[in-house]
Nanobody, 115 residues
Framework: QARLVESGGGLVQPGGSLRLSCAAS????????MGWYRQAPGNQRELVAR???????NYADSAKGRFTISIDNAENTVYLQMNSLKPEDTAVYYC?????????WGQGTQVTVSS
């Protein structure tokens, strides 16, 4: 059974950093890409960053210059390094994976940026 398990969320002060991790398992097809979405209360879920298995990346404008996505293909794990965090980055962050024509979701991890 496909499973994405996220870790690394939490409470951080403005200007701080967090690193999110997401490990995929049980996906029988090759993973073509992995990424991170986020959803704040009252807002739609939005793409934060995405990376393909060959390392091509794309970022939301709000993430450019502050967030870095990386992937370990051997471990089917994606990371999101988030620096210079702002209160508006507060949201539930969801891991996503694409493979075999399907999209898979993690359960989400809360990131709260507050003093």
């Amino acid at each position: 059974q496909a499973r994405l398990v996220e870790s690394g969320g939490g409470l951080v002060q403005p200007g701080g950093s967090l690193r999110l991790s997401c490990a995929a398992s049980g996906i029988i097809f090759s993973i073509n890409a992995m990424g991170w979405y986020r959803q704040a209360p009252g807002n739609q879920r939005e793409l934060v960053a995405r990376i393909t298995s060959v390392g091509t990346t794309n970022y939301a404008d709000s993430a450019k210059g502050r967030f870095t996505i990386s992937i370990d293909n051997a471990e089917n794990t994606v990371y999101l390094q988030m620096n210079s965090l702002k209160p508006e980055d507060t949201a539930v962050y969801y891991c996503a994976a694409w493979g075999g024509g399907r999209m898979y979701w993690g359960q989400g991890t809360q990131v709260t940026v507050s003093s």
